[in-house]
Nanobody, 121 residues
Framework: QVQLVESGGGLVQPGGSLRLSCTAS????????MGWYRQAPGKERELVAN???????NYADSVKGRFTISRDNAKNTVYLQMNSLKPEDTAVYYC???????????????WGQGTQVTVSS
């Protein structure tokens, strides 16, 4: 099955930066959408940003101008560069991809296990 391996989370001071990475591996065809979601304690999981195969992007209003999503299609990897981090960015960040199953060519979604981002003094 498809696996997503996330890295780059950690503890950072307000105003600092982190870069998250997520690499997909396994049996799949095209990855159409790659994105990042986050969930803070007591809050709903929300979309942070996603990127389509053609490079078009979407961002949550709360992160526009601070976060940048990118992808390397050859490496099946999506990145989230997070700058000017705020305490309210503290959450578990989850990678998600939408792809075509290699065997049946049916649309599928896959989620990573999540990586903790903590912004605190």
């Amino acid at each position: 099955q498809v696996q997503l391996v996330e890295s780059g989370g950690g503890l950072v001071q307000p105003g600092g930066s982190l870069r998250l990475s997520c690499t997909a591996s396994g049996s799949m065809f095209n990855i159409n959408v790659m994105g990042w979601y986050r969930q803070a304690p007591g809050k709903e999981r929300e979309l942070v940003a996603n990127i389509l195969r053609d490079g078009s992007t979407n961002y949550a209003d709360s992160v526009k101008g601070r976060f940048t999503i990118s992808r390397d299609n050859a490496k099946n990897t999506v990145y989230l560069q997070m700058n000017s981090l705020k305490p309210e960015d503290t959450a578990v960040y989850y990678c998600k991809i939408s792809y075509m199953d290699d065997l049946y060519r049916r649309p599928r979604d896959s989620w990573g296990q999540g990586t903790q981002v903590t912004v605190s003094s």
